[in-house]
């Protein structure tokens, strides 16, 4: 069994690839709150450089017609937000509305959001083996 932190939905999948469509590559940094809340960030790959104060959660296939490394959407998230959020399970998902000031969906008329939900005994102690 292979155990994710992370997940999207089939509509937030369908808003990445049209942004990938226009902006190439996509990486996602989910914030750790003030002024854009704790919305995940979207922006293309390269231009938000990560560090070790960031934690790579996993990586979201969204898919292209020749399966290429452009459909990995690679999604991170600051060491001190991961403290607080380890034990739980995020989902990107989108709803209508404006996005944060610098994520690519802004223009959209949509905004992506993080559902998240506590992982089980059984995925944290995978997750653990995964990791280790």
Do not use: K
């Not at 937030?12 to 002024?35: E, I, K, Y």
């Not at 380890?86 to 404006?98: C, N």
């Not at 994520?103 to 992506?112: A, K, N, V």
Request: charged fraction near 20%; hydrophobic fraction near 40%; charge should be negative.
């Amino acid at each position: 069994m292979t155990v994710s932190r992370v997940a999207l939905t089939p509509e937030a999948a369908d808003l990445l690839r049209g942004l990938r469509a226009q902006h190439g590559p996509l990486m996602f940094h989910q914030s750790g709150g003030c002024c854009d809340g704790s919305a995940p960030m979207c922006f293309p790959q390269g231009t938000f450089l990560t560090s070790a104060a960031d934690v790579h959660l996993g990586d979201l296939d969204v898919g292209t017609a020749d399966n290429d490394a452009a459909g990995v959407v690679p999604v991170w998230i600051s060491r001190e937000q991961f403290a607080y959020w380890s034990h739980t399970h995020l989902t990107i998902d989108v709803v209508p509305g404006r996005g944060a000031g610098f994520s690519l969906e802004s223009p959209t008329g949509f905004r992506f959001l993080v559902r998240s939900r506590v992982l089980t005994e059984d995925e944290t102690a995978e997750l653990a083996a995964q990791e280790a």
